[in-house]
């Protein structure tokens, strides 16, 4: 199985600040991690596929980067709306996994 | 628009079968790929398997004894059975579409429906 390993946890920010959220793969897995936001009692959404294409209706302070093993969500400003949790997720094996997402939360 | 909606019971006793089914509308599920995903108290997202445009399934081989995605194309419905469930199967299960013409990522979900399994 590939592995996901998010980090940090958990991230304490105020709105307007900038943020990285970090996906890091257990064995190089090209750009196939895909980004997602769940919000809570919602379902996830989905934000940024193949590592950095952008998403149809999602907004341009989401961005993202990396190949290999090492892959980032940038979000852009963080607004009041974007308190969530984030999980990336991998296409690169068949057996698909997510990591175990990372919580962003109101300082 | 694309539309999931998961339906079933909320609650399964130890050893029986989870069944759920996923209503589609929007969109046939003879085209694309179909997906069953779930989420764990704490979190954790775990892949079920998923059912193709033309019937073949994939599972996670840590599912495949108890698991079968099947599909009723003509009320455009797939579906999810999951044998000898033990209160560790307590989780939300969602139902999705993959995006793109291969099953990579999940472009649509549904809402999901919470089953906890317990006596």
């Known amino acids: 199985n590939i592995v996901l390993t998010q980090s940090p946890a958990t991230l304490s920010v105020t709105p307007g600040e900038s943020v990285s959220l970090s996906c890091r793969a257990s064995q190089s897995i090209s750009t196939s991690i895909h980004w997602y936001q769940q919000k809570s009692n919602e379902s996830p959404r989905l934000l940024i596929k193949y590592a950095s294409q952008s998403i149809s209706g999602i907004p341009s302070r989401f961005s993202g980067s990396g190949s290999g093993t090492d892959f980032t969500l940038s979000i852009n400003r963080v607004e009041s709306e974007d308190f969530s949790i984030y999980y990336c997720q991998q296409s690169y094996s068949s057996l698909y996994t997510f990591g175990a997402g990372t919580k962003l939360e109101l300082k | 628009e694309v539309q999931l909606q998961e339906s079933g019971p909320g609650l399964v006793k130890p050893s029986q079968s989870l069944s759920l089914t996923c209503s589609v509308t929007g969109y046939s599920i003879t085209s694309n790929y179909w997906g069953w995903i779930r989420k764990f108290p704490g979190n954790k997202m775990e892949w079920m398997g998923y059912i193709s445009y033309s019937g073949s399934t994939s599972y996670n081989p840590s599912l495949k004894s108890r698991i079968s995605i099947t599909r009723d194309t003509s009320k455009n419905q797939f579906f999810l059975q999951l044998n000898s469930v033990t209160t560790e199967d307590t989780a939300t299960y969602y139902c999705?579409?993959?995006?793109?013409?291969?099953?990579?990522?999940?472009?649509?979900w549904g809402q999901g429906t919470l089953v906890t399994v317990s006596s």
């Open positions: 999705a579409k993959y995006g793109g013409y291969s099953p990579n990522w999940f472009a649509y």
